[in-house]
């Protein structure tokens, strides 16, 4: 049943933690917008069609995962910057004069969330990082780190022709990696006490360890990391960052 004023929202799945849907309802009330934010959880992204169909009022779209990359084949069209990525994580609604769908646009708003965040952390020696995960958001942190300078290693379960695996982390790998970034989803809430499998104790005070997750605020990865010495941040003003530009794509021109 569609709702009246302007709908926005966020697909993905098991979205219970999600900061996005509080965020912008929020703001829709302090500063008087006529709109909303949903949570739509899918169990396949074959069902973005049917939202489409139910809300005639929707807008505009944020995608988290494990949806990223699988939403591109749906699109129309895909910004520089999603298609320099590999991966849409906004969808920019346009429609005719029926007010039906006639064209989606997909955007990465989390190159640039990330890259703003992360960029007053570094340092001079900072020159190489460890991405673990290699999902749609592992893609967007790797074109934020090389656009800084780094060299970016991908760390995955499994040995490809792209990653290493975790049990390949030794000592030196580490000492020569000093950023290490968590895209994985290991830690959020409610399975708070898990956290990537990396050799914590070879860490040092100049080591940076960044965490897409942001709920909880100080997960085990980054307890882990600090414990050892290093500096570390979540990813909420990443999550912020990327908000604020979501907004903008969908309510510009």
């Known amino acids: 049943m569609a709702e009246e004023g302007i709908i926005y929202g966020l697909i993905g799945t098991s979205l219970s933690h999600s900061f996005s849907m509080d965020f912008f309802n929020q703001k829709f009330i302090s500063e008087g917008i006529n709109a909303q934010y949903f949570n739509f959880e899918l169990n396949d992204i074959g069902e973005l069609m049917t939202i489409f169909s139910e809300y005639p009022n929707l807008d505009g779209l944020n995608v988290t995962m494990p949806y990223k990359e699988k939403v591109i084949p749906f699109m129309d069209q895909l910004d520089e910057t999603a298609e320099m990525v590999g991966a849409v994580n906004v969808i920019k609604i346009i429609k005719g004069t029926s007010a039906g769908v006639i064209k989606l646009v997909g955007y990465n708003t989390d190159f640039l969330g990330f890259k703003n965040s992360i ?11 460890l991405v673990l995960g290699t999902g749609g958001s592992s893609k967007a942190v ?16 499994r040995k490809t022709a792209t ?20 895209t994985t989803p290991l830690g959020t809430y409610p399975n708070t006490d898990v956290c990537p499998d990396i050799p914590y104790r070879f860490l040092t005070s100049s080591h940076l360890c960044y965490d897409l997750v942001y709920n909880p605020s100080e997960t085990m990865f980054m307890k882990n990391s600090a414990a050892a010495g290093a500096v570390v941040k979540n ?7 990327q908000a604020f530009e979501s907004y903008r794509i969908w309510t510009e021109g």
Do not use: W
């Open 142 to 157: 790797k074109a934020g780190l090389e656009s800084l300078g780094l060299t970016v290693d991908f760390v995955s379960r």
């Open 119 to 129: 960029e007053p952390l570094l340092t001079s020696e900072m020159d190489k990082a």
């Open 163 to 182: 990653t290493i695996t975790y049990e390949e982390l030794t000592k030196q790998m580490i000492n020569a990696h000093k950023v290490i970034v968590n």
């Open 235 to 241: 990813g909420l003003e990443m999550l912020l960052l």
